[in-house]
């Protein structure tokens, strides 16, 4: 049987399964919250009241702050770059609706919420040069991106799992930090941001241990091919006017460095999560290819960490376009 024969039979079995998961991983639209809820409303008379509050509680956040949140706002908005990059995975065909393009729909239709909040908020916040934000969004969706995972679902499981991780990490700590610097609107902001995150994070590791109970080798040489070329983050083309790509988007992972919210030994200890979410070390049936797959994931922690040992953090000396 040819690879992809076996990816697509293996999709199919998932996709019997889908509802539960997804009935157990994504809300209700009714019932769940909307950025709205999370804002001054303006329609009532004591918006202006409201927004000025919510400019003066965002006055006392740091610089670095307010670049992490401009870089995730972005990182969010270029949402229809990952709805049609996983509507062309193999196995999803949105001509031929099934559970799979229902999923990714919906996960899209959840995620749509974060950049309408985040975006919202940094305009009223007065902080932000927001046009020069929304030429960097504007670049981002048109530059795209390339996460190395090709149409294999398997790789972009494993992508998605991390990438979840990854970005409830952040908005989770940016919600801690905003909770120190006494905003608690903009800590709740980012804290139900993280939640959806985590939901998400989890609904695609549980479709990579299905992965990994039905196909071992397969699932095993996929991950370590991941891990190998390294995950990189959806925004890795994120630029400015005037500035080369690949720059900003360094400037803003310095900037997520400096500020503790997503380091490099976060980028490890997810690692170590999924080699224990998928039981990595404790994997039987695989051939031998599969047997050094495994064997290079189970060493690979360590070696991250001698190597993150030995990296300085980066110093302050970048001034974002972004920032008012
Ligand atoms: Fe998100
Ligand atoms: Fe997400």
Redesign the pocket.
């Known amino acids: 049987m040819v690879l992809s024969d076996v990816r697509l039979e293996v999709m199919r079995y998932i996709e019997g399964k889908l509802d539960v998961v997804m009935a157990e991983f994504l809300k209700p639209v009714e019932e769940y919250w909307q950025p709205s809820d999370l804002l001054p409303d303006a329609t009532q008379e004591n918006f202006l009241e409201e927004v000025k509050l919510l400019r003066e509680s965002a006055r006392e956040l740091p610089y670095d702050h307010i670049a992490v949140l401009v870089g995730d706002t972005i990182t969010e908005e270029a949402l229809p770059t990952y709805e049609s990059w996983l509507m062309d995975v193999t196995g999803i065909n949105q001509h031929d609706p099934s559970a799979w393009t229902k999923w990714v729909r919906n996960w899209t239709a959840e995620?749509n919420r974060h950049g309408d909040l985040l975006n919202k908020y940094l305009y009223l916040s007065g902080r932000v040069n927001m046009r020069a934000m929304e030429v960097s969004t504007q670049y981002l969706i048109a530059d795209g991106f390339d996460i190395q995972t090709g149409r294999d679902p398997y790789r972009n499981f494993v992508y998605t799992s991390f990438q979840?991780l990854a970005?409830n990490i952040s908005h989770r700590r940016t919600a801690t930090l905003a909770k120190q610097a006494g905003n608690a609107q903009l800590s709740k902001i980012c804290g139900v941001i993280a939640s959806d995150?985590m939901r998400?994070a989890k609904a695609y590791k549980s479709f990579v241990s299905q992965i990994f109970e039905i196909d071992p080798t397969g699932m095993m040489l996929a991950f370590e091919d991941m891990m190998r070329k390294k995950i990189v983050m959806p925004a890795h083309f994120l630029r400015e006017t005037g500035v080369q790509i690949g720059q900003t988007f360094s400037h803003f992972s310095d900037a997520a460095q400096r500020l503790g919210v997503y380091t490099t030994h976060d980028y490890i200890n997810i690692l170590d999560s999924l080699l224990t979410e998928w039981q990595i070390a404790y994997m039987e049936d695989l051939n031998d290819a599969g047997q050094r797959a495994r064997d290079y994931l189970m060493a690979l922690p360590d070696r991250l960490r001698r190597v993150a040992e030995r990296t300085k953090l980066p110093e302050l000396d970048y001034q974002f376009t972004w920032i008012a």
């Open positions: 995620e979840e970005t995150e998400h």
